[in-house]
């Protein structure tokens, strides 16, 4: 009897969010409540993270904003945000750092992991490295639990990858 497996993971793809970056940009430039705010944004692709720099926290606030309706158009969930406090710099200038999750925390990973068990499908989850895996001898339970999953109100962005 062959058993079937999958990964859930929680990931970021960088490219998409490097362009929805590129778009934010190109907006911020050209609005007219914007002109004159000092307002970056630079995509550190190292660190999975963005800082976006103006002159003023409202200025912070209107451009993520514009990122956040770029990246749902991009498919990144705004759940996968992770925005620092806003640092005051010289002057009137401010900065905020939002780091891009990647990766299932270890609480997370047990969110799944629980919430499969309760559950009570004929699949079984473990946890490997920053993913949950699940395995189970019928594509239909595998199916279910990706649905029971995927609408749970977790608080992080899921997606499914390695289907087997």
């Known amino acids: 009897m ?15 969010a490097d362009n929805a ?3 934010a940009r190109k907006e911020i430039e050209h609005r007219y409540d914007l002109r004159g705010s000092n307002c970056e944004v630079e995509l550190n692709r190292n660190e999975k993270s963005f800082v976006v720099r103006a002159d003023g926290e409202h200025f912070i606030n209107s451009a993520m904003e514009i990122i956040k309706s770029k990246m749902i158009k991009r498919g990144i969930s705004v759940l996968a945000l992770d925005e620092q406090k ?3 710099l010289s002057g ?3 900065r905020q750092t939002v780091k891009l999750k990647a990766g299932l925390s270890r609480d997370d990973a047990k969110k799944i992991t629980t919430m499969v068990k309760d559950q009570k499908m004929k699949v079984t989850a473990q946890i490997v490295d920053e993913k949950v895996r699940v395995t189970g001898k019928s594509k239909d339970d595998l ?3 990706i649905t029971a999953v995927q609408s749970a109100d977790l608080g992080f962005p899921v997606q499914i990858d390695n289907l087997r």
């Open 143 to 145: 199916q279910a639990c």
């Open 2 to 16: 062959s058993t079937y497996s999958f990964d859930f993971i929680s990931e970021v793809d960088l490219q998409e």
């Open 92 to 94: 009137k200038s401010v």
């Open 21 to 23: 970056i590129n778009q």
């Open 86 to 88: 806003v640092e005051l």
